[in-house]
């Protein structure tokens, strides 16, 4: 008999939805997104629980505290499970319609049948780090379009002066945010050995300044430590899906995309630079051309390799090395490499 009761947990901005199952009946409960409501929600297991399991979704920073408020608790294991893979099960239990209430039963039923993974949560340290990279790419993306704003005003003489002041003016106020943030994660990064380390590591690799190490650094943190390179890949979502039925079906190899989305966006400018500037990615990017690959394909298995020549620099401590990963590439480069020498 399994000695643990489950629970789902709907979140919202404003809003948790329970449902817990406990002795074969469904109970459901509403309870504020607050600190006050968190304690609610956990004096409302302790009352009708055993030993319970919490399923919720992983679904940004509403549900961040209340996730950590449960790991804490003694008799409590809380499930962060991936939104596509509960979507996929709400299809299979023919799930047909969409409400807040539905969806925590679903969970609890997920919760209840599938594979159970307890949530780890990553240290203080590493959450401050990712919520500042983060920040950072948000910055970002808003400062980019914001120059195409610029450019676009600058274009026309009919553009009021003010347009072009406020803008002008945004853009400096972007800027000095993004460097403080920075600033702020180089100070974290100088607290702990572990991570100044790694970050230097990421450094040496071409093409990878101080923004785009932390942004990378800012969400590798947050994988476990006992993780391999290929559960690194998943973790990323750029492992290959395949999709095969019999002789007669068979699609194009894909990536997942089941994983994180910000690292993955952090993969992407340093594969692009490392492309154009690195020559054992620039020669497996033109090998993959040469084999009838499309660009965004090649460039997202440079993004893998990337990815996989950082785990071994994380795990070995040792300078980044191209050549280490592409043996078979290293001897089509020695002869330039030579000649450039001489």
């Given at each position: 008999?399994?000695?643990?009761d489950v629970a789902g947990v709907e979140i919202s901005a404003?809003?948790?939805?329970?449902?817990?199952?406990?002795?074969?009946?469904?109970?459901?409960?509403?309870?504020?997104?607050?600190?006050?409501?968190?304690?609610?929600?956990?004096?409302?297991?302790?009352?009708?629980?055993?030993?319970?399991?919490?399923?919720?979704?992983?679904?940004?920073?509403?549900?961040?505290?209340?996730?950590?408020?449960?790991?804490?608790?003694?008799?409590?294991?809380?499930?962060?499970?991936?939104?596509?893979?509960?979507?996929?099960?709400?299809?299979?239990?023919?799930?047909?319609?969409?409400?807040?209430?539905?969806?925590?039963?679903?969970?609890?039923?997920?919760?209840?049948?599938?594979?159970?993974?307890?949530?780890?949560?990553?240290?203080?340290?590493?959450?401050?780090?990712?919520?500042?990279?983060?920040?950072?790419?948000?910055?970002?993306?808003?400062?980019?379009?914001?120059?195409?704003?610029?450019?676009?005003?600058?274009?026309?003489?009919?553009?009021?002066?003010?347009?072009?002041?406020?803008?002008?003016?945004?853009?400096?106020?972007?800027?000095?945010?993004?460097?403080?943030?920075?600033?702020?994660?180089m100070h974290l990064l100088q607290s702990d050995p572990l991570?100044?380390?790694?970050?230097?590591?990421?450094?040496?690799?071409?093409?990878?300044?101080?923004?785009?190490?932390?942004?990378?650094?800012?969400?590798?943190?947050?994988?476990?430590?006992?993780?391999?390179?290929?559960?690194?890949?998943?973790?990323?979502?750029?492992?290959?899906?395949?999709?095969?039925?019999?002789?007669?079906?068979?699609?194009?190899?894909?990536?997942?995309?089941?994983?994180?989305?910000?690292?993955?966006r952090a993969l992407f400018m340093p594969a692009l630079v490392?492309?154009?500037?690195?020559?054992?990615?620039?020669?497996?990017?033109?090998?993959?051309?040469?084999?009838?690959?499309?660009?965004?394909?090649?460039?997202?298995?440079?993004?893998?390799?990337?990815?996989?020549?950082?785990?071994?620099?994380?795990?070995?401590?040792?300078?980044?090395?191209?050549?280490?990963?592409?043996?078979?590439?290293?001897?089509?480069?020695?002869?330039?490499?030579?000649?450039?020498?001489?």
């Open positions: 008999m399994d000695k643990h404003k809003v948790l939805v329970m449902a817990l199952k406990s002795h074969g009946q469904m109970r459901s409960a509403e309870f504020p997104n607050t600190a006050a409501g968190h304690n609610q929600l956990i004096r409302f297991l302790r009352r009708h629980s055993r030993p319970v399991r919490v399923c919720m979704e992983s679904t940004g920073l509403y549900g961040l505290d209340l996730a950590l408020a449960l790991q804490a608790q003694k008799g409590m294991e809380i499930m962060v499970a991936n939104p596509r893979s509960v979507r996929h099960f709400g299809a299979a239990m023919m799930k047909r319609s969409k409400t807040d209430p539905i969806d925590a039963k679903l969970l609890a039923e997920y919760a209840e049948r599938m594979p159970f993974h307890s949530w780890q949560p990553p240290s203080l340290l590493a959450r401050q780090l990712c919520a500042i990279a983060r920040a950072i790419h948000q910055l970002t993306e808003i400062n980019t379009m914001q120059k195409n704003q610029l450019h676009a005003a600058g274009s026309t003489v009919t553009t009021p002066k003010i347009v072009v002041q406020e803008l002008q003016r945004s853009l400096a106020h972007q800027k000095r945010a993004i460097e403080r943030l920075l600033k702020k994660a991570l100044q380390r790694r970050f230097q590591l990421l450094l040496g690799i071409g093409g990878i300044k101080e923004l785009s190490a932390v942004q990378l650094l800012g969400e590798l943190v947050l994988i476990p430590a006992d993780c391999d390179v290929r559960q690194w890949v998943a973790y990323a979502g750029l492992d290959p899906r395949q999709y095969k039925s019999g002789e007669s079906v068979e699609r194009k190899v894909r990536i997942s995309k089941a994983g994180n989305r910000h690292l993955r490392a492309v154009r500037h690195n020559p054992h990615f620039r020669a497996f990017y033109r090998e993959l051309l040469a084999k009838g690959k499309l660009k965004m394909v090649a460039l997202v298995a440079v993004m893998r390799k990337l990815l996989h020549g950082i785990y071994g620099i994380f795990k070995s401590q040792q300078p980044f090395d191209a050549g280490k990963l592409f043996p078979s590439l290293v001897l089509l480069l020695e002869p330039a490499t030579k000649k450039m020498a001489c």
